[in-house]
């Protein structure tokens, strides 16, 4: 039971003596930075989260043995019930170097193998694909579009490439440009095309190009000759070369953006049939297999975290079955498992930054020690009046556990609210410290991290949990003091000078 | 006619290093409602300690307080607080005043020590009623927003009066209670505590040196030694009023 002069002590002394603001300043901007700097970091998480989502197929099957033909293991993982589409997936490293007779002699973009930069050096990751099939996985649109978006961010002009839709299935799935524009491409390349354009047949495979790479060969049009090359184990050599290095000309087809930076940077996609025969597998031969690597998948929606582990498992169990039996055990990862060291390291930075918030909000718990420690100090006089009116070490004690905790409460307020204003307000600030500063100043620059405004995700229960903590942590290292000023004797409180 | 307080046997010593340092060594004494009783003694020589002892305000070494006849040491801390809250007001030689609050509010800190914060919020009119009757009661109807250091020394004790005899006590322990006042000043103070201990009928003991004062209490009692000696008014020995600073 508190009696009622514990409270009304507690506030006088709030009210009359200063020094608390410092302690309700110390939680306040303690709450404000757990608040926004998490708020951001967060915002930045869930952005990554998204984007390399956005990049991952939501269920692959992996870890196949080189050799693997698509179509025996599309049959039994379509026959689960739980998933909707698969999709053949080819992957190989390459070099992608565009094709132009006019650079021959002279350095061309794809010759600067020392450059970090892989849409520089020409290093790319192959990912062959069914463009009909692979649709139905990812949200290719999306990706379509995100590449003429990223692009316009950093001030170059394109117009938006959506994939070459043609109506021919066989062309579609080649990825094949418009006959026109191959034929308009020959000719900027110098190379051999019939004289009217109507005569012209484009038989070049097409190739998507992430946004990164296309933004550095800024002369690039649609249409465009690149030069691929693959170097293979091929999977009958027959007394051939046992590495078989194979070159294929494709046209440049339109570019894509999924927000996932370092896929967008590395990868091209391909028409996964033109990467099987660069890889010497041949329709027209006897032992033809529909070579992948990995196959994508599209589980149901609405799937518990539960289903899909347990979806997961039978797929495997299932893929497992239809591989070799010596084969080593393939993998049925979800986007997580696909990135986990990104997105564990991504992860791991956020824990590593609460670590730091968590640091500032027991300097200004220390604060508030601080500073009901000096007030005990000076109020034992107080203590011992209090005492003589008739005060319990109790509640005598309970003023100091009280003044601490309104400090934490209207520093926590405070806070709440100078958190959730800044979290609402951090764009607009950010665009007038541009302004004012000329552009030489921004709170976080942007183009960075590839994002259009600051993203600042404040989610309400971690709102309830720094409040809590906060107001927890202050009482705790208020009862030191509280605890010291119940426990001193009332005459010797008294007769203190 | 039972005492209100009694004190039987009262020894209190303090431990100065190892060594144990006698203050009192068995003090008797009885306060009965009504009575002005005088403390003498030299400075040093323990009427504080015996005031606070009778306050509640710290424990004997041995012997026995007793309220209404019933003994007071097996109580716990919080009990005696609250005993002490109904039972007993203190005045002291330096005032004792919450720097902070104004003389209202010290005054008012009396009625908040045995309520609740919602007990306390029913009768919050009453209460204030009540303290600025009484401020008004010791001559301070003008002051009541004033800070202990906007007042002169005789206006902050006053104030110090109001608050010991807010809650209706019925002992009044006042220590040197006009010692750091003039004596024009204490002359004023005095008569007040007089006047309220008569319409109240409270048990008063007064330490003083001033043998004038004590000449107009009921009883005088002389500590000396560690122990107390009962006079009546009138017999005033010279060597005690030689050793009295
Ligand atoms: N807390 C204490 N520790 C040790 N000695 C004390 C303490 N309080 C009082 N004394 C001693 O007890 C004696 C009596 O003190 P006190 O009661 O204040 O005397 P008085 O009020 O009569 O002047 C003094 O000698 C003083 O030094
Ligand atoms: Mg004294």
């Given amino acids: ?497 | 006619m039972t005492a209100v307080l009694q004190a039987r046997a009262i020894t209190k010593s303090y431990a100065i290093g190892k060594r144990e340092i006698p203050v009192l060594r068995g003090v008797d004494l009885d306060l009965h409602a009504g009575e002005k009783v005088a403390l003498l003694g030299a400075s040093g020589a323990g009427k504080s300690t015996l005031l606070h002892l009778l306050g509640l305000l710290d424990r004997p070494t041995a012997g026995e307080v007793r309220y209404d006849g019933r003994p007071v040491q097996d109580l716990s801390v919080a009990e005696r607080a609250l005993l002490r809250h109904r039972q007993v007001g203190f005045v002291f030689q330096f005032y004792h005043l919450i720097p902070e609050l104004t003389a209202l509010q010290n005054v008012l800190l009396a009625r908040m020590m045995g309520t609740t914060v919602f007990g306390y919020w029913r009768q919050r009119r009453r209460a204030r009623s009540a303290g600025v009757a009484m401020l008004e009661q010791v001559g301070l109807g003008e002051r009541l927003h004033h800070r202990p250091a906007e007042l002169s020394g005789g206006e902050r004790q006053r104030v110090a009066i109001a608050r010991a005899l807010l809650a209706e006590p019925r002992v009044l322990l006042a220590d040197e209670p006009t010692g750091n006042l003039d004596s024009e000043t204490a002359q004023g103070v005095v008569e007040l505590m007089f006047s309220i201990q008569r319409e109240r009928d409270l048990a008063f003991l007064l330490v003083t040196h001033d043998e004038q004062l004590a000449a107009r209490c009921d009883r005088i009692v002389r500590m000396k030694d560690g122990t107390i000696q009962g006079s009546r008014p009138g017999d005033v020995q010279p060597e005690d009023s030689a050793q009295a600073d």
């Fill in chain 1, 1 to 497: 039971m508190t009696p009622a002069f514990a409270p009304f002590l507690a506030w006088r002394y709030l009210l009359t003596r200063r020094i608390n603001i410092l302690g309700v300043c110390g939680v306040a901007f303690a709450v404000w930075a757990m608040l926004v700097v998490d708020g951001v970091f967060s915002g930045f998480v869930t952005d990554i989260h998204e984007d390399v989502r956005r990049s991952s197929p939501p269920l692959l099957l992996t870890d196949l043995p080189h050799d693997t033909d698509y179509e025996p293991l599309r049959k039994v993982l379509e026959a689960d019930r739980d998933v909707i589409a698969t999709a053949p997936r080819l992957r190989q490293h390459g070099m992608v170097m565009p094709f132009s007779p006019r650079d021959r002699g002279r350095r061309p973009a794809g010759s600067e193998q020392l450059e970090f930069d892989h849409t520089r050096n020409g290093f790319a990751l192959l990912l062959g694909i069914d463009p009909d099939r692979e649709r139905r996985i990812v949200d290719f649109g999306a990706w379509l579009d995100g590449g003429p978006a990223a692009i316009a961010r950093y001030g170059g002009i394109r117009p938006r490439a959506t994939a070459p839709v043609q109506d021919d299935p066989e062309r579609r799935r080649r990825l094949q440009v418009d006959d026109e524009q191959e034929w308009r491409a020959r000719r900027r390349a110098g190379l051999p095309a019939e004289d009217d354009p109507a005569d012209h047949r484009s038989i070049w495979p097409g190739m998507l190009l992430g946004w990164p790479r296309v933004f550095r060969l800024d002369w690039v049009q649609k249409g465009d000759p690149f030069e691929v090359l693959v170097a293979a184990f091929p999977r009958h050599h027959a007394g051939g070369p046992l590495l078989r290095p194979c070159s294929e000309r494709f046209a440049f087809a339109g570019w894509f953006g999924t927000g996932h930076r370092m896929f967008d940077e590395l990868t091209a996609l391909v028409p996964i049939d033109t990467l099987r025969q660069m890889l010497g597998e041949s329709e027209f031969d006897e032992d033809y297999v529909e070579l992948v690597t990995d196959v994508a998948i599209r589980p149901r929606d609405g799937l518990s975290p539960a289903d899909l582990r347990a979806l997961q498992r039978r797929l495997r169990a299932a893929a497992q079955a239809v591989l070799s039996p010596d084969c080593a055990p393939c993998s049925v990862l979800d986007w997580r498992q696909q990135n986990t060291t990104l997105l564990a390291a991504v992860d791991q930075e956020h824990s590593l930054m609460q670590i730091v918030l968590f640091v500032v909000m027991l300097v200004s718990a220390f604060v508030i020690y601080a500073t009901l420690h000096m007030m005990v100090v000076q109020k034992i006089k107080d203590i011992g009046i209090v005492a003589a009116v008739g005060g319990s070490p109790r509640g005598i004690g309970t003023v100091f556990l009280l003044t601490g905790t309104i400090i934490a409460v209207l520093g926590t307020g405070l806070g709440v609210l100078a958190g959730v204003l800044s979290a609402m307000w951090l764009n607009p600030i950010n665009e007038w410290i541009y302004r004012i500063s000329g552009g030489r100043l921004e709170l976080f620059p942007r183009a960075l991290f590839d994002l259009q405004g600051i993203p600042c995700h404040l989610e309400p229960s971690w709102i309830v949990t720094v409040s809590a903590f906060a107001i927890l942590l202050a009482v705790t290292v208020a009862f030191v003091p509280a605890r010291r000023a119940a426990r001193m004797h009332p005459v010797t409180a008294l007769s203190f000078e």
